[in-house]
């Protein structure tokens, strides 16, 4: 059965995809008083409880880190379960989460450095202190996306604690939550919807728009804090991140004193009488189940498809192969020997053509210096046909020249980097990369005074740190 783990104020709490709980870890008040874990059992028998005399903190209902997280986060280092965890969620409120949009032509171009630099625009996050992961999609001006960070002295506590050792998911529970609701409604994801998630400890919500998360928020019941003023702060968020109650749907899950909440408010929204309700209601039977243990449902609902992992990278989970391959070692180690064989064969045949090449090169080379002395050497058997007086079309000898010219080039601005060339009805097209856009009107110019005619600059576009530019003249 997987295991999922959560952590819930100082508790750390493990649970099945099913919602049962089957370990719970909570430190002691006192360092000194550390309890050892127990376990009564197998897996499936009662929860196995290590706990203070005291009871644990509530999160605040702000989305807010608390400051004692030194503390908070004390119960991953007692977290001692010899079964594989599946997935580790952390708290939204424990993370920092920004949405973005950057100009780029498509999310691969995307990386941990340029959200950082985001992040320290928006937030003044330093780069050092943070871990990332995002969303991204396509969109008209560029790229949109969600990005969470994860605190780096919180990552080196996960890393150092079993929980985590084998765990192929370390993400926020938000994500895996809100998620798993646009799941049960078919094609859901895909749309423009607000997503709304309850359980017994508060609310969780988030909008998408044209498969993009503009944002996400945790709203948890407190003390003096009623149901119909959480639903009116969760309605202001949503509007926030981009709903629009006329034309959005609300997907999600719902018990029906939370829907009765929004339903009183909706008169407020744009003159809608009604939202477009697409929730799944919770049985008025059964309450609704804890943070955790809703957390734990969601994961398995998605199975193990669980969005915005932190595990990537150089914290990408490290598979131990030697396990696997045991039976087969062998076998493999024949196989081996026989690839290094073929290898060390090709390669013995390969370095004889290449001899052979260089040889020939070497004598083709010594030719055309001596038949043509101080011609630039682009296509020497084609330019030794043209000297000689055949061939070789004229449009071909005009491209030979252009070709000269951009040897030439290359040798005196070493910035430019050419990539492609192209020569039809009298015109030469040229492209190629510079570092900045004054080098873009250098080569011009350079090339303009080696050819000894007008070199016209078409274009320029900003790529990866670096300018694209097109150039075209009259052959």
Request: include cysteine.
């Given at each position: 059965m997987p295991?999922?783990?959560?952590?819930?104020?100082?508790?750390?709490?493990?649970?099945?995809?099913?919602?049962?709980?089957?370990?719970?870890?909570?430190?002691?008040r006192q360092a000194d008083e550390l309890p050892e874990a127990v376990d009564t059992g197998p897996l499936d028998a009662e929860a196995v409880e290590v706990q203070s005399d005291e009871n644990q903190d509530a999160f605040?209902?702000?989305?807010?880190?608390?400051?004692?997280?030194?503390?908070?986060?004390?119960?991953?280092?007692?977290?001692?379960v010899d079964a594989p965890m599946t997935a580790c969620l952390l708290p939204a409120e424990r993370l920092l989460q920004r949405p973005f949009s950057l100009p780029f032509e498509h999310p691969r171009f995307i990386d941990a450095n340029t959200l950082a630099q985001e992040l320290a625009d928006q937030a003044g996050a330093e780069e050092e202190d943070w871990w990332l992961s995002w969303q991204a999609e396509r969109a008209a001006d560029g790229v949109r996306g969600l990005v969470f960070a994860l605190p780096m002295d919180l990552k080196q506590e996960l890393t150092a604690a079993a929980v985590s050792t084998s765990c192929p998911y370390i993400g926020p529970d938000i994500a895996v939550r809100l998620s798993a609701c646009l799941v049960l409604q078919e094609g859901a994801g895909a749309h423009s919807a607000a997503v709304l998630d309850a359980d017994a400890d508060g609310l969780m919500l988030g909008v998408k728009v044209a498969g993009v998360w503009r944002g996400m928020r945790r709203l948890n019941c407190a003390a003096g804090r009623s149901m119909q003023?959480?639903?009116?702060?969760?309605?202001?968020?949503?509007?926030?991140?981009?709903?629009d109650a006329a034309t959005m749907p609300l997907h999600g899950r719902l018990d029906t004193a939370w829907k009765q909440a929004f339903d009183a408010l909706a008169g407020g929204m744009g003159g809608e009488s009604?939202?477009?309700?697409?929730?799944?209601?919770?049985?008025?039977?059964?309450?609704?189940?804890g943070r955790l243990a809703a957390n734990a449902m969601a994961f398995g609902r998605l199975g193990g498809d669980a969005p915005l992992n932190f595990?990537?990278?150089?914290?990408?989970?490290?598979?131990?192969?030697?396990?696997?391959?045991?039976?087969?070692?062998?076998?493999?180690?024949?196989?081996?020997?026989?690839?290094?064989?073929?290898?060390?064969?090709?390669?013995?045949?390969?370095?004889?053509l290449e001899s052979r090449e260089q040889a020939?090169?070497?004598?083709?080379?010594?030719?055309?210096?001596?038949?043509?002395?101080?011609?630039?050497m682009i296509d020497p058997m084609l330019q030794l046909r043209q000297a000689a007086g055949g061939g070789a079309s004229g449009d071909a000898w005009k491209f030979i020249r252009e070709l000269e010219a951009i040897t030439q080039l290359g040798k005196q601005e070493s910035n430019f980097k050419p990539q492609n060339i192209a020569y039809a009805d009298g015109e030469v097209l040229l492209g190629g990369m510079v570092p900045d856009f004054a080098a873009a009107n250098r080569i011009r110019d350079a090339l303009a005074s080696i050819l000894g005619r007008k070199v016209d600059l078409l274009d320029t576009d900003l790529n990866d740190k670096q300018v694209r530019i097109r150039l075209r003249w009259s052959s």
């Open positions: 295991l999922i783990a959560g952590i819930d104020g100082k508790r750390l709490e493990i649970h099945d995809e099913t919602g049962e709980r089957r370990f719970v870890f909570e430190p002691p605040p209902s702000s989305d807010t880190p608390r400051s004692d997280d030194s503390e908070t986060l004390s119960a991953f280092a007692l977290c001692r003023s959480l639903a009116h702060e969760a309605l202001a968020s949503l509007k926030a991140m981009g709903f009604a939202f477009d309700w697409q929730v799944v209601l919770a049985d008025a039977e059964s309450s609704l189940a595990r990537h990278g150089a914290w990408a989970l490290q598979t131990d192969w030697s396990k696997r391959i045991g039976p087969w070692r062998r076998s493999a180690a024949l196989l081996a020997g026989l690839v290094l064989l073929a290898i060390g064969h090709d390669a013995w045949q390969l370095q004889r020939t090169r070497a004598a083709i080379e010594q030719a055309f210096h001596r038949a043509l002395p101080g011609v630039a």
